[in-house]
């Protein structure tokens, strides 16, 4: 089986830097996945990592390190609108996807 | 333009009483998945499909079923629906390819009485 963690709550401050954790185990692994969430509304992709290493995106960068079965999302520079929930998805062989419960991050002026 | 669609947004219904979900899309993807979002759960995989007449369990498959029958289609139906299986349900397409992001649809909100 699988299983994700990350922490439920965080809270930042507009134009800070925040940095979102998940932890995993999983039985064979196909890679990482970042989706913000907007209360009410449907997931968005964030960011997807396969390696080790950092991939940058604008002001959202994500790292994987496979060996310890660890991620982070890092949100620079914050803004308002980045208020949301920030889900980690791990994608075993075969295609099945599980989800971590989301982290919802408050973004205070 | 590129979507994920589902019909209905909304539905109450009563126990027992036989429902589906559509999903379809127009981006040509291979893969399609059902997911249900529960507070303090998550978005759990219900089925997936990697493509035609292609489906597999995901986490909470029971009391689900699905058919891929054509590439664009993707229905969940829950054949006699009970109150634990009110949720939000998301359907969600991709490639299959390595770096495929999911696209989800908007959502629909089931109430079982």
């Known amino acids: 089986g699988q299983n994700i963690d990350q922490p439920t709550e965080m809270t930042a401050t507009e134009g800070a830097i925040v940095q979102i954790n998940c932890t995993y185990q999983?039985?064979?692994?196909?890679?990482l996945f970042w989706y913000q969430q907007h209360a009410g509304e449907a997931p968005t992709f964030l960011s997807y990592n396969v390696l080790d290493g950092l991939e940058e995106k604008g002001r959202f960068s994500s790292f994987l390190s496979r060996s310890k079965g660890y991620s982070y999302l890092l949100l620079k520079e914050l803004q308002m609108k980045d208020s949301a929930s920030y889900l980690c998805?791990?994608?075993?062989?075969?295609?099945?996807?599980?989800f971590g419960g989301g982290t919802r991050v408050l973004v205070k002026p | 333009e590129a979507q994920v669609t589902q019909n209905p947004r909304y539905l109450i219904t009563v126990t027992g009483k036989k429902l589906t979900v559509t999903c379809s899309q127009n981006?040509?993807?291979?893969?399609m998945s059902w997911y249900r979002q529960d507070p303090g759960l998550g978005l759990r995989q219900i089925y997936y499909?990697?493509?035609?007449?292609?489906?597999d369990k995901g986490d909470v498959p029971e009391g689900y079923k699905v058919s891929r029958k054509e590439k664009r289609n993707f229905p969940l139906i829950l054949e006699s629906p009970s109150p634990n299986q009110t949720s939000l349900y998301f359907c969600?397409?991709?490639?299959?390819?390595?770096?495929?992001?999911?696209?989800f649809g908007p959502g629909t909100r089931l109430t079982v009485t």
């Open positions: 999983t039985s064979g692994f196909n890679g």
């Open positions: 998805a791990v994608r075993a062989a075969g295609n099945k996807l599980t």
């Open positions: 969600a397409s991709s490639l299959v390819r390595e770096a495929g992001e999911q696209y």
């Open positions: 981006m040509n993807h291979e893969y």
């Open positions: 499909s990697m493509n035609v007449e292609v489906t």
